[in-house]
T-cell receptor, first 112, second 113 residues
Framework: KQEVTQIPAALSVPEGENLVLNCSFT??????LQWFRQDPGKGLTSLLL?????REQTSGRLNASLDKSSGRSTLYIAASQPGDSATYLC???????????FGKGTLLTVNP | DAGVIQSPRHEVTEMGQEVTLRCKPI?????LFWYRQTMMRGLELLIY????????DSGMPEDRFSAKMPNASFSTLKIQPSEPRDSAVYFC???????????FGPGTRLTVT
């Protein structure tokens, strides 16, 4: 059974800092890995999707990497802004079924 | 496109009552997913459909939960009878293909007293 862990559970940084959020998964037989953002009381917004054959994906100030062999993914946020404050979730997509297994998320606070 | 639409956004009901949550997926998406989010357990997949057919309902917690998709543009998740431990946020999501990017609705916050 796939298990996804995110560390740290919460992170507080000053504005402008570069930061890394970590995600690990136990079953490397994934089809892809997605990073989502969730604002308080809102739904999930997809940020980046990395296919199992890819090593990384970039969108603006966000860069996500994937290392299947070690069961790890990282989300790098450059030059953080207060508007980046949210909970970030990673989710691994199983290869044999279409199930997304989510981590518990990292609550990010960017202080002005 | 308006995105995934869910209704109601908030639902407060008493224990023992029937609750029906509704979802309209993005037009053209063949897959629809129902999730539940709680502080203790995080986000969990309850059931998903492909072309209106339920494929995997192994995440449905009990027989009190049921889901239907009568057509490509509408799905319901029903809880009968509801219990306080069912209180959670229920999300619906859809995707073009199974492993493609999933798009989430705003969720329904259910409170059972």
């Amino acid at each position: 059974k796939q298990e996804v862990t995110q560390i740290p559970a919460a992170l507080s940084v000053p504005e402008g800092e570069n930061l890394v959020l970590n995600c690990s998964f136990t079953d490397s037989a994934i089809y892809n890995l997605q990073w989502f953002r969730q604002d308080p009381g809102k739904g999930l917004t997809s940020l980046l999707l990395i296919q199992s054959s890819q090593r990384e994906q970039t969108s603006g100030r966000l860069n996500a990497s994937l290392d299947k062999s070690s069961g790890r993914s990282t989300l790098y946020i450059a030059a953080s802004q207060p508007g980046d404050s949210a909970t970030y979730l990673c989710a691994a997509y199983g290869g044999s079924n279409y199930k997304l297994t989510f981590g518990k998320g990292t609550l990010l606070t960017v202080n002005p | 496109d308006a995105g995934v639409i869910q209704s109601p956004r908030h639902e407060v009901t008493e224990m023992g009552q029937e609750v029906t949550l509704r979802c309209k997926p993005i037009s053209g998406h063949d897959y629809l997913f129902w999730y539940r989010q709680t502080m203790m357990r995080g986000l969990e997949l309850l059931i998903y459909f492909n072309n209106n057919v339920p494929i995997d309902d192994s995440g449905m917690p009990e027989d009190r939960f049921s889901a239907k998709m009568p057509n490509a543009s509408f799905s319901t998740l029903k809880i009968q009878p509801s219990e306080p431990r069912d209180s959670a946020v229920y999300f619906c999501a859809s995707s073009l293909e199974g492993p493609y990017e999933q798009y989430f609705g705003p969720g329904t916050r259910l409170t059972v007293t």
